[in-house]
């Protein structure tokens, strides 16, 4: 599988981030996945109402930027202690792809001596706390899964940024998304994995084999196709 970099360590938003798998998925042939981290933004679903599920007020008031994206799932707060993680292969059925992903992924927590495991069709649970929650997005002749991977998540900032419905919490038998998450730094071994970045490095070796770079004026269309489709300006 193709690691795919950018040729220049620069933040960007996560609008360009869903932008550039797209962009990906159009260029890169094969089997590609890349991962990426931003400043605290709240990516909604395609078919969430904002008002409803995001609490703007507090977004507005510190920051927080607001992204829809294009697949459907959940409403999920990423800061700089979560790892988004992008894999995009072959168009095929979305249980398949999920659950081949899934499998990998939950795989390679296991060999950080995590207890991992997949959860419904599109979750990875340690213990019985979230890690990982994950969604999906078809093209014409690609599939795209991308999804968190929380390390030392602001939860105080998620449980406020956003408003989960009550019938989800309840689905659950909790009172709070806190109750129901976990960062993995609170779970791993200092000693093997100590950092966000160490995790970052590990989970890309773990994946993928060979690497692709992208060219400048690669990153020039995807911040055109970011600005164009993805960002909500609150």
């Known amino acids: 599988m193709k690691n795919v970099v950018l040729p220049r ?17 159009e260029h ?83 060999t950080l001596g995590l207890d991992a495991s997949k959860s419904g069709r599109n979750d990875v649970m340690v213990g019985d706390r979230k890690v990982s929650g994950n969604a999906f ?23 406020t940024s956003i408003r989960p419905p009550v019938e989800k919490l309840e689905r659950h038998g909790i009172a709070s998304v806190r109750q129901r998450v976990a960062n993995l730094s609170d779970r791993l071994d200092p000693s093997v994995i100590g950092s966000v970045e160490e995790l970052e490095d590990y989970i890309v070796r773990y994946f993928t084999d060979e690497t692709v770079i992208l060219a400048d004026e690669d990153v020039e269309k995807i911040s055109s196709e970011a600005e164009r489709d993805y960002e909500i300006q609150l």
């Open 9 to 25: 360590a620069e933040e960007h938003s996560l609008a360009f981030y869903l932008a550039m798998e797209e962009y990906v998925a």
């Open 28 to 110: 890169v042939e094969g089997e590609a996945f890349f991962v990426w981290r931003v400043d605290p933004t709240v990516i909604i679903g395609r078919n969430q109402d904002l008002e409803a599920e995001v609490n703007l007020d507090y977004c507005r008031d510190h920051g927080v930027k607001v992204v829809r994206r294009r697949s459907g799932g959940g409403c999920v707060y990423s800061d700089k202690g979560n790892i988004m993680i992008s894999y995009i292969s072959r168009r095929g059925d979305v249980s398949e792809v999920f659950g081949r992903y899934l499998d990998s992924l939950t795989d390679c927590l296991r």
């Open 137 to 159: 997005h078809m093209l014409p002749d690609r599939s795209i899964v991308h999804g968190t991977l929380l390390y030392s998540v602001d939860f105080d900032a998620l449980e």
